[in-house]
């Protein structure tokens, strides 16, 4: 079992930068694989950013590449998520998900992921 707990979210002015933390515990996290979700009101759960459990291997959804950056820390077990040039269409509610998943591969669908925070709110004014 894994435990996830975000953190970092709050209001901010559109072309401001936010880092999210998510901070995993119990059972080891270094051979998870992990990924970035948000949800809006009214939307279905779509993915941020994905990765595979060394950082070796990612993926960005097309509107935040560029702008948005994940990295891991497994010694700490955390994941960083560095949002960068925020606009008001990133408001959200943003989780954490992770599945244990040794090697190369990520996921992208929120229906593979096994664990997850309870999730940080994203407000960006314009």
């Known amino acids: 079992q894994v435990q996830l707990v975000e953190s970092g979210g709050g209001l901010v002015q559109a072309g401001s930068s936010l880092r999210l933390s998510c901070a995993a515990s119990?059972?080891?996290?270094?051979?998870?694989?992990m990924a970035w979700f948000r949800q809006a009101p009214g939307t279905e759960r779509e993915i941020v950013v994905a990765?595979?459990?060394?950082?070796?291997?990612?993926y960005y959804a097309d509107s935040m590449k560029g702008r948005f950056t994940i990295s891991r820390d497994n010694a700490k077990k955390t994941v960083y998520l560095q949002m960068n040039s925020l606009n008001p269409e990133d408001t959200a509610i943003y989780y954490c998900?992770?599945?244990?998943?040794?090697?190369?591969?990520?996921?992208?669908?929120?229906?593979?992921?096994?664990?997850w925070g309870q999730g940080t709110q994203v407000t960006v004014s314009s």
């Open positions: 990765m595979n459990w060394n950082g070796a291997r990612t």
């Open positions: 119990g059972r080891t996290f270094s051979n998870y694989a």
């Open positions: 998900a992770g599945r244990y998943t040794p090697g190369t591969n990520y996921y992208t669908t929120a229906g593979q992921y096994d664990y």
